[in-house]
């Protein structure tokens, strides 16, 4: 297999993947390798203030998120304008060369996300916060926090009242 074909897994991931306005869904991506880029509390920034830019340009409600040191969950609504491929590929992409412009954690071969990402649409009758609950935390199950709010890298849109737009650090 050439090098820049994708990996049977991948083209896996996306059979049958479609793209619904108003959908919500949970959206999870690797680092290449599993790298830690995201201990650096710089590069975690960069990842967060990428998520909200899709927020604010339209393309998906962010309705939280946890940065995790390799990797991230992400619970969102796609809008009308929203593609998922589309949506992950601009912040897979936007945040890859800001980190990497940065030098501080120059990937091997260039790589900087594994290809593809992780996605399960949530049905409508699923609690949402439940959901998000069980998202940010992660940390606390990986032991990088004893509490929530001692880790530094998630939100939530319900901690503001539930606006989408708020809470969104």
């Not at 530094?152 to 901690?159: G, S």
Request: glycine letters at 8%.
């Amino acid at each position: 297999m050439p090098p820049d074909d994708p990996p049977k897994g991948y083209r896996q991931l996306c059979k049958g993947r479609t793209s619904i306005p108003g959908q919500v869904y949970i959206l999870t991506t690797v680092t290449h390798l599993r790298r830690p880029v995201f201990s650096s509390l710089n590069d975690a920034r960069i990842l967060i203030r990428t998520l909200r830019h899709q927020h604010e340009s339209g393309q998906v409600d962010s309705l939280a998120f946890v940065v995790m040191p390799d990797h991230l969950h992400w619970l969102v609504a796609l809008r009308d304008s929203g593609e998922l491929s589309k949506v992950m590929r601009s912040v897979k992409t936007y945040s890859a060369r800001k980190i990497q412009s940065r030098c501080e954690m120059a990937p091997s071969g260039g790589r900087f996300w594994q290809t593809g990402f992780h996605d399960r649409a949530v049905r409508r009758e699923e609690d949402f916060r439940a959901l998000a609950r069980y998202i940010v935390a992660n940390p606390l199950r990986a032991g990088l926090a004893e509490k929530i709010g001692d880790y530094p890298h998630w939100d939530a849109v319900w901690l503001d009242g539930g606006d989408p737009a708020g809470g969104l650090v």
